[in-house]
């Protein structure tokens, strides 16, 4: 797993995975380095965000926009996005697995497309798992859906089946009727949550079938969370699945 310090060398490392983590708390640019993160999936899909052509420019367009998220180091080391441009986007070494979480689908577009074609597995949890799963027919209860972006849901996945890659989405999921650390939870079959529960992390089922699709990975991107993993145990499915990247041998993996 990489990142970045201040003064170019690359080292494994934590870094925050939300600015909501970020902001406010004071950074050591040798470790917590949550920029880095947003610069990386911003080059991914620079040309739909920001019609830039060059990592400089990308660069320069997150941290004018993001003005408190400045933990990146200005003069950020052009071979470090290099390498990650290689091995992820140019020559990446397969079996190529990516694995996408967070709230929305709407925010993943860009990295989406750009990466379905390079890729040969992908494995989607968090709640814009919930939008893909309704889009297929399923009942996810009280679960956050963007119903704008069902149709869209569809198409991406239509694509991924004629190029070729394995879709992965929960087959369970840790559900409550709210959200609220110690509140009574239950597990339910992905595509059939009841009302009044909302799925709020992948369940133990799912937690296994991830780790076993990425089993023999010899390149791994990872960017967001399986649950609501501020709030435990919907943090569980997002442990789950570091541990099971930190246990790929070999594999170049950017977290």
């Not at 708390?25 to 040309?47: H, M, Q, S």
């Not at 972006?149 to 694509?159: S, T």
């Not at 649950?227 to 943090?235: L, Q, T, Y």
Request: glycine share 10%; aromatic share 8%.
């Amino acid at each position: 797993t990489y990142a970045m310090t201040g003064d170019g060398v690359i080292l494994g490392t934590a870094a925050y995975m939300s600015p909501e983590q970020a902001r406010g708390k004071p950074v050591d640019r040798r470790t917590d380095i949550w920029a880095f993160g947003c610069v990386l999936f911003e080059c991914l899909c620079a040309r739909q965000v920001f019609g830039g052509d060059t990592v400089s420019d990308v660069m320069v367009r997150v941290l004018e926009r993001e003005p408190d998220w400045n933990a990146l180091p200005v003069a950020a080391p052009t071979k470090l996005v290099d390498l990650l441009r290689r091995c992820l986007l140019k020559d990446p070494e397969r079996p190529y697995a990516v694995v996408l979480g967070g709230a929305k689908v709407s925010d993943k577009i860009g990295v989406i497309e750009s990466l379905l074609p390079r890729i040969d597995r992908l494995l989607i949890g968090g709640a814009m798992a919930f939008t893909f799963l309704k889009a297929l027919g399923g009942e996810v209860g009280k679960s956050l859906v963007e119903e704008d972006r069902l149709d869209l849901a569809k198409d991406l996945l239509g694509r991924a089946e004629a190029l070729g890659v394995r879709v992965y989405l929960p087959e369970d999921v840790v559900a409550a009727e709210r959200i609220e650390a110690g509140v009574e939870t239950r597990a339910f079959p992905a595509r059939a949550i009841p009302v009044p529960h909302m799925g709020l992390d992948i369940g133990p089922k799912t937690r296994e079938a991830f780790a076993r699709a990425l089993e023999g990975a010899r390149t791994v991107f990872w960017n967001g969370p399986m649950g609501v993993f501020e709030v435990p145990p919907f943090d569980e499915g997002t442990l789950a699945v570091g541990r099971a990247i930190a246990a790929l041998e070999g594999a170049f993996t950017v977290v």
